[in-house]
């Protein structure tokens, strides 16, 4: 009972770092928790684990740890899918189209292969917050955002009714996250187009873009491309909090003068793997309708 009892007052407190917008505590909080675990204490309660993934995703999001954030939210969707009477008979089901609009965010500026599940719920169920994602407005982004951001609470009272009242905890996240998604807006476009060359001039680069720019902010693009990618990740035997210091994208490349040379690192995806999954999937529905038709 003891141990229970200490893991959700972990995951309560896990919540009230991250609305208070303290992400660095909120993730430190939950140390002794085996996030990326497939089996642990929280997962036996689903309130709790669905709760636990989600604050926990928000918080490596916020912190700019994109690709641990996918794997968090896509963890649990996928937990969640192999429960779907759950996610009817449950308020929860709120949560998880919270979940999807953030990781429809998500993958449009950190792309990165996920479940299959995962990416047909979005472009079936959720294909608005995946257009929205996609959209070039960052309007569209911020709705999204509003719609999947926890109830933040300021941490400071007001004790004196004259004092001038502080600026609400949600305009300060908003204002934080609008501005980094601003500085992510272009990387998508030069994204597509550096996949398509292995060597690419400058000049021509610069003539493809959506919206035309000089060379000199071209190459600022291309040099917040790679900080941007440089990212935070989680490894086998580390703790939430922790990580390494690797590139989130496959695709690298370096300027040698005016020339772009590109480098693609993408690996080669094995479909006997799906080939697998979809037969034993197809052999569950087969089951599934011979046992109703007895």
């Known amino acids: ?7 959700f007052s972990l995951i309560l407190l896990c919540k009230f770092h991250c609305v208070t917008g303290d992400y660095y505590m909120a993730l430190k909080t939950i140390d002794p928790i085996e996030l990326h675990k497939k089996k642990n204490r929280a ?11 989600y604050y926990a995703g928000f918080s490596y999001m916020m912190a700019r740890r994109y690709h641990d954030a996918i794997k968090t939210f896509t963890s ?3 937990y969640l899918n192999r429960m779907k009477t759950y996610a009817r008979q449950t308020p929860k089901e709120k949560k998880t189209d919270k979940m999807f609009g953030l990781l429809a965010i998500l993958l449009h500026y950190c792309p990165k292969r996920i479940d299959e599940s995962i990416i047909t719920s979005l472009r079936q169920e959720h294909s608005k917050k995946l257009l929205s994602a996609s959209s070039r407005e960052i ?12 109830r933040f609470v300021s941490p400071s009272l007001q004790v004196d009714e004259f004092e001038q009242p502080s600026t609400p905890p949600l305009f300060l996240q908003k204002k934080n996250f609008v501005k980094e998604m601003t500085q992510q807006a272009p990387l998508p476009n030069v994204r597509s187009y550096l996949k398509l060359y292995t060597t690419i001039d400058l000049a021509k680069l610069a003539s493809l873009m959506e919206k035309k720019h000089d060379i000199p902010t071209l190459r600022s693009y291309l040099l917040r491309f790679v900080y941007k990618n440089y990212q935070l990740q989680w490894s ?4 939430p909090i922790e990580g390494n210091w690797i590139s989130s994208t ?25 080939f697998l999954r979809n037969c034993n999937k197809l052999d569950e529905i ?9």
């Open 286 to 294: 087969i089951h599934e309708l011979e046992s109703n038709t007895k």
């Open 1 to 7: 009972f003891y141990q229970y009892l200490g893991y």
């Open 43 to 53: 997962a036996k309660v689903t309130a709790a684990h669905v709760t636990l993934y």
């Open 250 to 274: 496959p695709l690298d490349f370096y300027i040698d003068g005016d020339m772009v040379h590109v480098i693609d690192n993408t690996e080669t995806r094995r479909f006997a793997e799906t």
């Open 139 to 150: 309007e569209e982004t911020e709705s999204s955002f509003l719609y999947g951001c926890p």
């Open 76 to 78: 649990v969707l996928l």
């Open 236 to 239: 086998n035997g580390l703790k």
